[in-house]
T-cell receptor
Framework: KAGVTQTPRYLIKTRGQQVTLSCSPI?????VSWYQQTPGQGLQFLFEYFSETQRNKGNFPGRFSGRQFSNSRSEMNVSTLELGDSALYLC????????????FGPGTRLTVT | GENVEQHPSTLSVQEGDSAVIKCTYL??????FPWYKQELGKGPQLIID?????GEKKDQRIAVTLNKTAKHFSLHITETQPEDSAVYFCAASRAGGGADGLTFGKGTHLIIQP
């Protein structure tokens, strides 16, 4: 069974631009979570989606948003990019609303210049 | 302060020796404690987890222990091998399905010396 896939793997953007990242969960998984990983702050929870609904959101500004489609694929968007948004963005999938295990994809490395 | 504290930040052990990484959590409502291994250029890989109704879990050379009273949990790796070199993260959450989000420790860089 294929794992979590994320596209693109690498991205370079300029301050003020916006970016959209994509995540396809493990086949059959319906919950998708997003995390930001930086050297200074470590791994931080962004938000989680199940059945196209955002169930929880971490402590990030409104510039960070996401959505989930009926096939469980998810996208996250960051508007008005800042230098501090440079990070590895990780997507994780879980089987359903009650499964505990989360499986991560390889991440998208975003660099903001 | 940090909701999940992890120690040490760097651990160097001789190949074949054991390695222990410790975490402490603050939220008494936490009931799920996974451990992840992250290699360079890759996403975190779930290697073992434990729920609050269990005190210990073992999978081959890897074991995790949980002390709910002290709010401590630890990762034990025995007979370490070069491929165990990586960054290890502990985490905690209160609910399944990712609804609560995982709160991660800052990570431990494990170095296996040949």
């Amino acid at each position: 069974k294929a794992g979590v896939t994320q596209t693109p793997r690498y991205l370079i953007k300029t301050r003020g631009q916006q970016v959209t990242l994509s995540c396809s969960p493990i086949s059959g998984h319906r919950s998708v979570s997003w995390y930001q990983q930086t050297p200074g702050q470590g791994l931080q929870f962004l938000f989680e989606y199940f059945s196209e609904t955002q169930r929880n959101k971490g402590n990030f500004p409104g510039r960070f948003s996401g959505r989930q489609f009926s096939n469980s694929r998810s996208e996250m968007n960051v508007s008005t990019l800042e230098l501090g948004d440079s990070a590895l963005y990780l997507c994780a999938s879980s089987l359903d609303a009650r499964a505990y295990e989360q499986y991560f994809g390889p991440g998208t490395r975003l660099t903001v210049t | 302060g940090e909701n999940v504290e992890q120690h040490p930040s760097t651990l160097s052990v001789q190949e074949g020796d054991s390695a222990v990484i410790k975490c402490t959590y603050l939220d008494s409502a936490s009931n799920y404690f996974p451990w992840y291994k992250q290699e360079l250029g890759k996403g975190p890989q779930l290697i073992i987890d434990i729920r609050s109704n269990v005190g210990e879990k073992k999978d081959q050379r890897i074991a995790v222990t949980l002390n709910k009273t002290a709010k401590h949990f630890s990762l034990h790796i025995t007979e370490t091998q070069p491929e165990d070199s990586a960054v290890y993260f502990c985490a905690a959450s209160r609910a399944g399905g990712g609804a609560d989000g995982l709160t991660f420790g800052k990570g431990t860089h494990l170095i296996i010396q040949p």
